[in-house]
């Protein structure tokens, strides 16, 4: 077999599984341990046609898969990798460019900073603002929280106490002090009274458990005041902002030193793909950059690996680039008004009925409810949605209660998958 034969054989394995997926059950159904228990101990000692590979996909690692893609996935964030996006990735990986510098790949480099600003102008972010890449939002956030640490000298970061754990995972790792701050009755973080001696204030847009928007003007207004940086976290909900109608939530955001929104999450680019602007390229700058002998080139131009950790860098930009030309902005929006239109059906359908309520106000495409009763209920009830392979839904609590979370976010999901999410919910 050859690399062209292989290639069509993997081509048309992936669209017969997208075809398909919609039909296998969301949520794997294996035990721990039952894949391992498969796969050979050793390695293979000899070479294989890419024919077992296809084969042991079917045999092995299919019955073992959470289905990300399929239509009924609504738990977590449901995500989409999108068509262009993943043979993107293929091509990327023909090309397989490290990007360490400018030099070692001038393409990589200028598509990562041309499609990143595309993206800063279709969510209507200011002029001016740099941007690159990052994996995930875990590490955009972690870089600049580096940065501020750099710029401040100082050592606290303030968020909410509903903020995504990867800021308190980022604080951990520098050895910095993390202040969570309450919510109020919207779940809104409050602005804490001091910030005199905070590093970073980082307040989220779309929190993970429900969506919920910190007072992003005032509490950057008061960072500044105080000399502290502000990063803002949109990594799931800065999307939306592509439409017009969603910008309410981008208020103040202008004013952050950072901001990190993620493609994969719910811009229809495959993981991984985590877009982190600022406002401060210089003093991102002097906190990552460091240009061993070996790199050191007359070429006048920044390299992408002094804005954040990584050295080697990959050619995400393709994918987002893929996905930008093959949907433009209208097919993109086209897709956030039926994900918003479809979680206010699923909301009206829970608002509606006596037996349910809604545990926090909708925002986006995520509805946090619950079925009036015990939490053991409840509970139950998730469990045995999961196990019927049907649907995927994951969970939260808010005030010690247990909440139920449907996110809709997956390009293939229509209405009539949420009207069986609702059935299978009540079954
Ligand atoms: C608001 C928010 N921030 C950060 C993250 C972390 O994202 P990543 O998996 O890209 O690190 C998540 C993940 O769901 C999130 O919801």
């Known amino acids: 077999m050859t690399f062209r034969e292989d290639g069509y054989a993997a081509v048309d394995w992936a669209a017969d599984y997208l075809e398909r997926v919609g039909e ?4 794997a159904r294996v035990k721990p341990g039952e894949l391992s228990a498969r796969l050979p101990s050793s390695p293979p000692e000899q070479g294989a046609p890419f024919a077992s590979v296809l084969h042991d996909l079917d045999e092995l690692i299919v019955p073992a898969l959470t289905n990300w893609q399929h239509p009924r996935f609504f738990a977590y964030f449901a995500v989409t990798a999108s068509e262009p996006g993943i043979l993107a990735e293929l091509l990327a990986a023909a090309m397989n460019q490290v990007a360490i510098l400018w030099r070692a790949s001038p393409a990589s480099t200028e598509l990562e900073l041309r499609t990143v600003d595309w993206v800063r102008q279709l969510l209507g972010l200011p002029d001016g603002w740099h941007g690159h890449i990052e994996d995930t939002a875990s590490t955009s956030t972690l870089a600049a929280l580096i940065a501020a640490r750099h710029v401040t000298g ?3 970061i303030v968020c909410s106490e509903h903020a995504h754990s990867s800021v308190e995972k980022a604080a951990r790792m520098l050895r910095m002090e993390l202040r969570k701050a309450p919510v109020d009755g919207e779940l809104c973080m409050r602005v804490p009274e001091r910030l005199d001696d905070v590093a970073a204030v980082v307040p989220t847009v779309g929190t993970t458990s429900f969506g919920s928007v910190d007072p992003v003007r005032e509490l950057a207004e008061r960072a500044r005041a105080a000399g502290a940086w502000v990063h803002v976290d949109a990594a799931y909900a800065g999307s939306s902002w592509i439409l017009e109608e969603e910008r309410w939530s981008q208020d103040g955001v202008e004013l952050a030193d950072s901001l990190v929104v993620n493609p994969h999450k719910w811009l229809l680019v495959p993981m991984d793909c985590s877009l982190l602007w600022t406002s401060r390229p210089g003093e991102f700058r002097q906190a990552f950059s460091l240009v061993p002998e070996y790199m050191r080139t007359s070429d006048q131009v920044d390299s992408l690996a002094d804005y954040g950790p990584a050295l080697g860098r990959r050619f995400r930009s393709l994918k987002l680039w893929a996905v930008l030309r093959c949907y433009g902005a209208e097919g993109l929006r086209a897709i956030h ?48 949605a999961n196990r019927s392979g ?15 979370r449907l996110a809709i976010g997956n390009a293939r999901t229509t209405e009539a998958d949420v009207r069986r999410a609702w059935e299978v919910l009540n079954g």
């Not at 309520?357 to 995520?366: D, I, K, M, N």
């Not at 509805?367 to 053991?376: I, K, M, N, T």
């Not at 049907?390 to 139920?404: C, D, P, Q, W």
């Open 154 to 156: 100082r050592n606290a």
């Open 337 to 384: 008004r039926e994900h918003i239109r479809l979680a206010r059906l699923f909301a009206d359908w829970v608002e509606a009925d006596p037996a349910w309520e809604l545990a926090a106000p909708l925002r986006f495409s995520l509805v946090c409810f619950r079925r009036r009763g015990p939490d053991e209920e409840n509970e139950a009830i998730l469990e045995r």
């Open 390 to 404: 049907e649907i995927f839904l994951s969970h939260t609590r808010l005030n010690g209660r247990y909440v139920l």
């Open 24 to 27: 296998l059950p969301v949520l």
